[in-house]
C-alpha cells in the first residue's frame, strides 16, 4: 500500500562543515594573511555546522531570557536567566576568538581570522553575537583609563567563558557592554540627559555617581558596560559603570524590562535606570561620543561581516533545498527560473563576503591607504551588507515555500535576525551620512579611495563610469550632496564590489555582477540574465 505522505520533504542541513564548503572565505582568509588560522577554522567550520552546535542555537532562541528583578527576599537583583544553550553558544564564540582575538593576537592578519570566525557564527546563532562583539569592541576605549585597563586585560584575554553574576574582581573572564541610547534619541547622542557627579577619586581615576535611564541596553548581564553620561562642567562624557561595585555590593542599575524584540531573540536587551550608579571615567571628562563611538566604529565592521554570514547562510540553505526538492519533474535547482535566482543569490553572497572579510583585512594597520579604506568602507560596508541581508534573506525564505515560514525550519530565524544589524550601532540613514561626513572631514583619504578604484577598474568601462561618478559627486555642493547620500553610498559600494570581484573572484562571476548590477533593467527580483550564459557553473562554484 504507498503511504498517504509521498516524501519530497528536505532533511535538515546538519553536520557539514561551514568553512569548508565556503571557497570565497578560504580565499579571503588567505588573502588576509591568516593562513596560521587555517587549521582552526576548519575546526570551527565542523564545530558551527555540528548536529549538537545547531541544536543549541536553536534552544538559545526557543527558550527565552527570563528577567528577575527581585530575589525571594525581596531585593533588587536584576538577573537575568538563561538557557543553558545560550552559555554554550557564547562559550563557543569566546573560546573561537570573537570576544578578544585581534587584540590577543597584535598581527594584522589577526582581523581576518577574526573576521572569519565571526561570520561563521553568525550563520548558525547571531545573539551570542552581540555581548562577545561588544566585549571585543571596548578594548581600544578602556585603554583611554590605563589603570582599569591594567585590571580588566586579563580578564579580557581570557578565552574561557566565566557566567558567574559576581564582583570583577573575582571573575576570570568578563564581558563589557555599551549605553549610549536613551528615549529621547540614538542617532542624535547629543540629546542625552543621563547626569555623572564626582564622587571622588580612586584606583581608577575620577569616580562618578550616574543617574538617568537607558532605552536600550543590551546584554545587561555584562560585568560592565561602557556609558555616556553628561557632567556639569564638561558634558557628555564616557564612564565604564560596573555590575558589582568593587566593595562586592550591586551598583544601583536596575532594569526596568526587557525587550520583546523582532529577533535576536536568545539575547537579553532591556531598559535600564540608573539611581547613583558608579562609575569611573574613561577618556577626557567632556569627550564621551568621540571616545566611545570608537567602539562603535569596531561594531560596524561586526554588523558588516555578520549580515554577509547571514547572506551566505541564506544561499547555502537555498542550494541545500532546492538539490533535494522537486517540482514538476526537476530538481528545483536545476529549474531556469529558479537557477537564475540561486545563481543572483551566489553572487550577492560572493561579493558581501568580499566586501567584509576585505574590510577586515584593513584593521589592525596605520598605514594610510588602510585608514582611508576604514574611515569611509567601513559605514559604507554596514549600510550595504545590512541591507541587503534583509532582502537575501525573505528571498531565501520564499525559496523553501510554506516551509520557510514555519518554526520547524531555519528561515524564520535568519530572516527575523537580519534587520537589527542595519538598526543598531548607525542606522542605514546615519550610515549614509557618516560616509559623506568621512568624505568631508578627510578629502585626501576619498581620493585615495577612488584613486584605487579607478585603478582597478581601468579596463572595465562600465565599472570606470561608476567611479568616475562617484569623483564627481565628491565636488557637489554639501547640501546638494547629503539629498543624495543614500545613492552615493550605494554606487560607492557596488563600485567597490565590483572591484573586488575583478581582482579576486573567477572571470565568469566578476562578469556576471558587473553586466546585471550596472545593468539599468537590474533588480531584486530579476535575477543574472544580463550577466552571465551559464548560471549552474556560478552555484557548483559556490559550494566546494
Ligand atoms: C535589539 C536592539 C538592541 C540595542 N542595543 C543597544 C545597546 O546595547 N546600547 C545602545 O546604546 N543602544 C542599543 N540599541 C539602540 C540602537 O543603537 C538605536 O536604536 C539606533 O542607534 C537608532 O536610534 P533610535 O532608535 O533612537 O532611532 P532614531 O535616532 O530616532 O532614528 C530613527 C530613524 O531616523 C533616521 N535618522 C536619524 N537621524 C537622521 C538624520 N540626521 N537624517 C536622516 N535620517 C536620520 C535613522 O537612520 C533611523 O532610521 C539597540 C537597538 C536594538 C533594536
Redesign the pocket.
Known amino acids: 500500500m504507498p503511504g498517504t505522505h509521498p516524501n519530497n520533504q528536505v532533511p535538515e542541513l546538519k553536520d557539514y562543515n561551514v568553512y569548508t564548503i565556503d571557497p570565497v572565505l578560504r580565499r579571503a582568509v588567505e588573502r588576509g594573511g591568516a593562513q596560521w588560522r587555517d587549521a582552526e577554522l576548519v575546526r570551527q567550520g565542523a564545530e558551527y555546522g555540528a548536529e549538537a552546535t545547531l541544536a543549541a542555537a536553536d534552544d538559545a532562541n526557543r527558550y527565552e531570557p527570563e528577567l528577575q528583578t527581585l530575589s525571594p527576599l525581596g531585593e533588587r537583583i536584576d538577573f537575568v536567566k538563561f538557557h543553558p544553550s545560550w552559555h554554550t553558544m557564547i562559550a563557543m564564540g569566546r573560546r573561537n576568538g570573537i570576544t578578544n582575538l585581534p587584540y590577543v593576537d597584535e598581527r594584522p592578519s589577526a582581523w581576518t581570522g577574526y573576521g572569519a570566525t565571526l561570520y561563521m557564527n553568525a550563520q548558525i546563532e547571531s545573539g551570542s553575537n552581540?555581548p562577545n562583539t561588544?566585549t571585543k569592541a571596548c578594548v581600544p576605549v578602556l585603554r583611554n583609563n590605563q589603570a582599569l585597563f591594567d585590571e580588566l586585560w586579563p580578564k579580557l584575554a581570557n578565552t574561557e567563558h566565566d557566567p558567574r553574576d559576581i564582583r570583577l574582581a573575582d571573575k576570570k573572564s568578563i564581558t563589557v557592554?555599551?549605553?549610549?541610547?536613551e528615549k529621547q534619541?540614538?542617532?542624535?547622542l547629543r540629546s542625552n540627559t543621563t547626569r555623572a557627579v564626582p564622587a571622588g577619586s580612586g584606583p581608577w581615576g575620577d569616580e562618578f555617581l550616574l543617574t538617568g535611564h537607558?532605552?536600550?541596553?543590551?546584554?545587561p548581564m555584562c560585568d560592565g558596560h561602557l556609558v555616556l553620561a553628561k557632567t556639569d562642567e564638561h558634558g557628555s562624557s564616557c564612564f565604564f559603570v560596573p555590575r558589582w561595585r568593587p566593595d562586592g555590593s550591586k551598583n544601583p542599575i536596575h532594569i526596568q524590562r526587557l525587550?520583546d524584540?523582532v529577533g535576536?531573540r536568545s539575547?537579553s536587551?532591556s531598559e535600564v535606570e540608573f539611581k547613583e550608579a558608579w562609575g569611573v571615567l574613561v577618556g577626557g571628562e567632556g569627550r564621551g561620543i568621540p571616545t566611545i563611538i570608537e567602539m562603535a566604529t569596531n561594531t560596524r565592521l561586526d554588523c558588516a561581516l555578520a549580515s554577509a554570514g547571514y547572506i551566505r547562510q541564506a544561499l547555502v540553505q537555498s542550494l541545500h533545498y532546492t538539490r533535494h526538492r522537486h517540482a514538476f519533474g526537476k530538481a528545483l535547482i536545476d529549474q531556469p527560473v529558479m537557477t537564475e535566482l540561486l545563481a543572483d543569490m551566489a553572487l550577492e553572497a560572493e561579493s558581501a563576503t568580499l566586501l567584509a572579510m576585505d574590510l577586515a583585512s584593513h584593521f589592525g594597520s596605520d598605514d594610510p591607504a588602510d585608514l582611508a579604506w576604514r574611515r569611509l568602507m567601513t559605514p559604507a560596508a554596514k549600510f550595504w551588507n545590512c541591507k541587503r541581508a534583509v532582502a537575501l534573506t525573505g528571498e531565501a525564505m520564499e525559496v523553501f515555500g510554506g516551509n520557510g515560514y514555519v518554526e520547524t525550519g531555519p528561515m524564520g530565524r535568519l530572516f527575523r535576525e537580519a534587520p537589527?544589524n542595519s538598526?543598531?550601532?548607525?542606522?542605514?540613514?546615519?550610515m549614509a551620512?557618516d560616509v559623506l561626513r568621512a568624505v568631508a572631514r578627510n578629502p585626501d583619504d576619498a581620493h585615495r579611495v577612488l584613486d584605487h578604484l579607478h585603478d582597478v577598474a581601468s579596463q572595465e568601462p562600465r565599472v570606470l563610469a561608476q567611479a568616475t561618478a562617484l569623483r564627481d559627486a565628491i565636488g557637489l555642493p554639501p547640501q546638494e550632496l547629503e539629498r543624495q547620500a543614500r545613492r552615493f553610498t550605494q554606487r560607492l559600494v557596488l563600485c567597490a564590489q565590483a572591484c573586488l570581484m575583478l581582482q579576486h573572484a573567477s572571470a565568469a562571476a566578476s562578469a556576471a555582477f558587473i553586466g546585471s548590477r550596472f545593468d539599468p533593467e537590474w533588480g531584486p527580483v530579476t535575477g543574472i540574465s544580463a550577466g552571465t550564459s551559464d548560471p549552474a557553473a556560478l552555484l557548483r562554484a559556490a559550494w566546494a
Not at 557592554?177 to 541610547?181: A, D, L, P, V
Not at 534619541?185 to 542624535?188: A, P, V, Y
Not at 537607558?214 to 546584554?219: E, H, I, R
Open positions: 552581540c561588544m557592554g555599551m549605553g549610549m541610547t534619541g540614538g542617532s542624535d537607558k532605552w536600550f541596553f543590551s546584554a525587550k524584540k535576536n539575547n536587551s537589527v538598526i543598531w550601532e548607525g542606522s542605514g540613514n546615519v551620512l
